[in-house]
C-alpha cells in the first residue's frame, strides 16, 4: 500500500507570495491533518479534515487555509507569507481521525520563505 | 502554549543501554498517548501508544509506563541499537478533537 504522498518535497518562495501544498492520503483513508514543524516551536497542528469538512484548527493566522476534496486529497494554502512561515509541513492521514486511529505522516514539504 | 512537556531534550546512549525519555501533561482530559519516532528527512512514525487505564505497554524493546495521578508518562528503549538514534515525540489528544498536542522532541544518539 503506497503510503501517503506529499508535493512538492520542497519549495522556495519570497516573502509576499503565496503558496499551494499537496497531500494524498492513504488509499481508504479519510481524514488528512496537516501540522507545521519548526526546531522552535516543533510540532503544532495546523487543520484537520474528513469527508470535505474541517473538523478542527489550531491556532495559525487566517492566512493559513486548507481544503479537502472529495477524493480524500487534501491541500493547503499560505498566503502572504512571511519569514516565520519557513517550516516542514507535514500532512497525516487515517481511516477515520478517531481517537485511537493511527496517523501516518507524509516526508513532509519543506518550506523556505526568503 | 506547550501542552506536553518533554525531557530531556537530547540524550546519548551507549549500544546496549536503555534510554528514557520523560513527558508531562496537565490537561486530564487527553485521553490517548502515543510516541512518535522521525529519522531525518522522513516524517514521524507511530512506534506505541497507550491509554490511561493501562500503567504499562510492552511492545518488543520499547515500553511506555504511564502515571494517571502524577499526570506524566515515559518511553523506555531497552538495549538501544544505533538504528535507534532517531528523534522522538510524546503526544496526546483527547475525544473528539482529532489533533495530537506534540512534546518538543528528544534526539537520541546511540554510540555503537
Known amino acids: 500500500k503506497a503510503g501517503v504522498t506529499q508535493t512538492p518535497r520542497y519549495l522556495i518562495k519570497t516573502r509576499g507570495q503565496q503558496v499551494t501544498l499537496s497531500c494524498s492520503p492513504i488509499?481508504?483513508?479519510?481524514?488528512v491533518s496537516w501540522y507545521q514543524q519548526t526546531p522552535g516551536q516543533g510540532l503544532q497542528f495546523l487543520f484537520e479534515?474528513?469527508?470535505?469538512?474541517?473538523?478542527n484548527k489550531g491556532n495559525f493566522p487566517g492566512r493559513f487555509s486548507g481544503r479537502q476534496f472529495s477524493n480524500s486529497r487534501s491541500e493547503m494554502n499560505v498566503s502572504t507569507l512571511e519569514l516565520g512561515d519557513s517550516a516542514l509541513y507535514l500532512c497525516?492521514?487515517?481511516?477515520?481521525?478517531?481517537?485511537?486511529?493511527?496517523?501516518?505522516f507524509g516526508p513532509g514539504t519543506r518550506l523556505t520563505v526568503l | 502554549q506547550q501542552q506536553v512537556k518533554q525531557s530531556p531534550q537530547s540524550l546519548i546512549v551507549q549500544k546496549g543501554g536503555i534510554s528514557i525519555i520523560n513527558c508531562a501533561y496537565e490537561?486530564?482530559?487527553?485521553?490517548?498517548f502515543p510516541w512518535y519516532q522521525q529519522f531525518p528527512g522522513k516524517g514521524p512514525a507511530l512506534l506505541i501508544a497507550?491509554?490511561?487505564?493501562?500503567s504499562e505497554k510492552k511492545e518488543g524493546r520499547f515500553t511506555i509506563s504511564f502515571n494517571k495521578s502524577a499526570k506524566q508518562f515515559s518511553l523506555h528503549i531497552m538495549d538501544s541499537q544505533p538504528g535507534d538514534s532517531a528523534t522522538y515525540f510524546c503526544?496526546?489528544?483527547?475525544?473528539?478533537?482529532?489533533?495530537?498536542?506534540f512534546g518538543a522532541g528528544t534526539t537520541v544518539t546511540v554510540r555503537a
Open positions: 488509499s481508504g483513508h479519510r481524514s
Open positions: 503526544a496526546a489528544s483527547k475525544g473528539y478533537d482529532y489533533k495530537l498536542s
Open positions: 479534515y474528513f469527508s470535505e469538512t474541517q473538523r
Open positions: 490537561n486530564t482530559a487527553f485521553d490517548y
Open positions: 497507550i491509554r490511561p487505564d493501562v
Open positions: 497525516a492521514s487515517s481511516l477515520w481521525g478517531g481517537l485511537t486511529d493511527t496517523q501516518y
